[in-house]
């Protein structure tokens, strides 16, 4: 569609207050947005899609009964896009952001409603590709199972490698390879800075613009000008001057 076009939206959400005030800043600072139906459940939102095959969707993730994955799931043979609204927590809305899909924090702003559909405009000829759907709900679902298992893509699908058996990601340009506990590694092309993100630093750390170590597996650290570190599978890591001071600091030194 071309950005001067209506957008028709539906705007799916179990909170009445929430719902009115999407529509309200809707009416009040984007006038191209056309809003066919509101709906207040999961159930509801399946039916107006299919009914006014939008092109946009404005969908609650956390909604009682079916929330708002199950309508992705049930409605996944019409093509709209989606921009997610979502109270969830920063660590999660890592896995919005890793699969560079739009969402909107409530409390939702005026400023940001409009940057959505802006951003919508924008990127109109690009289409939300249904992996992109599907390793949200993977990483969505892991951060609610505290985040034990990754979810990997391959040619076929997905790869879920429990975090646990991640020695170490190395970095090859735009590509990261998963060094793992008893099993080949494997090469995925995303960057090494985008899984530093989704795997937070609670367990893991950067060692070297190149090298993300998951410190359970790590067995020695050699003093130097940065030093060394030895990793399970007998790799020799070395530290960056920079990030020496960060790994140290995560050790347990006395």
């Known amino acids: ?129 249904l992996q992109q759907i599907e390793s949200l709900l993977s990483q969505v679902h892991q951060h609610q199972q505290n985040m034990d298992k990754i979810a990997i893509p391959t040619l076929t699908g997905y790869r879920f490698i429990p975090i646990k058996n991640i020695i170490r990601l190395e970095s090859d340009s735009n590509y990261t390879s998963f060094h793992l506990q008893g099993e080949p590694s494997v090469l995925v092309s995303k960057t090494l800075k985008e899984y530093e993100e989704l795997l937070g630093a609670e367990t893991f750390v950067r060692v070297h613009h190149s090298h993300l170590i998951n410190l359970a597996h790590l067995v020695e650290y050699r003093k130097g000008q940065g030093g060394v570190a030895v990793m399970a599978d007998g790799s020799e890591i070395e530290v960056s001057v920079r990030k020496k001071a960060d790994l140290l600091a995560r050790l347990p030194l006395r």
């Open 1 to 129: 569609m071309q950005a001067t076009e209506k957008i028709n939206a539906v705007i799916i959400d179990d909170e009445p207050p929430c719902i009115d005030s999407l529509v309200a800043k809707l009416n009040d600072h984007c006038p191209e947005v056309n809003i066919r139906q509101t709906c207040s459940s999961a159930d509801e939102g399946v039916k107006a899609i299919y009914t006014h095959r939008p092109h946009l969707v404005f969908l609650d993730v956390n909604m009682p009964g079916e929330d708002g994955f199950s309508v992705l799931q049930r409605s996944r043979d019409i093509h709209y896009e989606v921009i997610f609204t979502t109270a969830y927590d920063k660590y999660a809305l890592r896995a919005f952001q890793f699969n560079a899909l739009n969402y909107l924090l409530k409390p939702v702003s005026a400023a940001d409603v409009v940057d959505s559909i802006k951003r919508f405009n924008e990127q109109a000829h690009i289409r939300t590709s």
